[in-house]
C-alpha cells in the first residue's frame, strides 16, 4: 500500500510530544518514506515539467507544520542562512541538491558581526532527506530544474531569520515577509 500524503500529515502531527515539539527525526523519516513510497506524489508535485516555485501542500491547523513543494527554473545557490526558531527538513525529489552546514564561532558580543565555519557538506540525491534544528546554519545549492519537498515549522515568509556572510564576517535579521527561507520566488498565483 502507498504512504499516502494524508498519512504523512497526520504522522508528522503525531510526532510532536505532550509539550509541543516536535521529534525532527520523526519527521525526516516520514518525508523520505513518502519520496521514496510515493512516486506519484513526487511526480505530481515535483516534476519540472509542470509549474515552477514555491507551492503551499498542507499547513496543519494544529500544530501549525507547513509542507512546501519547491520546483525550480535555474540553479542557485543560497548564502548560509538558518530558519530563526523555526526547523526545515528538506526531502529530495529531482536532481541533486548539495547541502552545507556552519556553525558560528564568534561570542556573538558584536551587533551585525558573525563568523561561521564549515562544518560539514553533502549532496542529497533524490529519495535523500536533510533536517535543520532552530537556528541551524546551512546553505543550500541546487541544480537546474531540481524538486524537493520542505516541511517547516513555522510559516518562514513570516519569521525574523539570519543570512550570514562568510567573506566580511558579518551577519544580518532577513524580517518577516521577506524572502527568508525561500529558495524559490513565490508564484505568482496561490
Keep these: 500500500m502507498t504512504y499516502s500524503f494524508e498519512e504523512f500529515c497526520a504522522d508528522n502531527r503525531n510526532a510532536y510530544g505532550q509539550d509541543g515539539v516536535a521529534d525532527l527525526e520523526q519527521i ?6 513518502l519520496i521514496r513510497e ?28 507547513i509542507v512546501y513543494s519547491h520546483k525550480s527554473v535555474g540553479g542557485r545557490t543560497s548564502p548560509p542562512h538558518d530558519h ?8 529530495q525529489a529531482w536532481n541533486v541538491t548539495d547541502m552545507t552546514e556552519y556553525r558560528r ?11 561561521i565555519e564549515r562544518t560539514k557538506a553533502y549532496r542529497l540525491e533524490p529519495g535523500q532527506v536533510g533536517k535543520y534544528g532552530p537556528h ?5 545549492h541546487f541544480e537546474d530544474e531540481a524538486g524537493f519537498i520542505r516541511v517547516t515549522g513555522a510559516d518562514l515568509f ?10 566580511t564576517e558579518s551577519v544580518k ?7 527568508a527561507g525561500s529558495e524559490l520566488p513565490q508564484p505568482d498565483a496561490a
Design 28 to 33: 525526516r523519516l516520514n518525508l523520505e518514506r
Design 38 to 65: 510515493n512516486p506519484e506524489f513526487v511526480a505530481r508535485e515535483c516534476d519540472p515539467e509542470f509549474d515552477y516555485g514555491i507551492r503551499e501542500l498542507y499547513k496543519d491547523p494544529e500544530k501549525g507544520f
Design 84 to 91: 530563526g526558531a523555526s526547523w526545515a527538513i528538506y526531502g
Design 105 to 115: 564561532t564568534d561570542d556573538r558580543s558584536t551587533e551585525g558581526h558573525a563568523k
Design 136 to 140: 541551524e546554519i546551512h546553505q543550500i
Design 158 to 167: 513570516k519569521v525574523d531569520t539570519l543570512t550570514y556572510d562568510p567573506e
Design 173 to 179: 535579521i532577513v524580517g518577516a515577509g521577506s524572502s
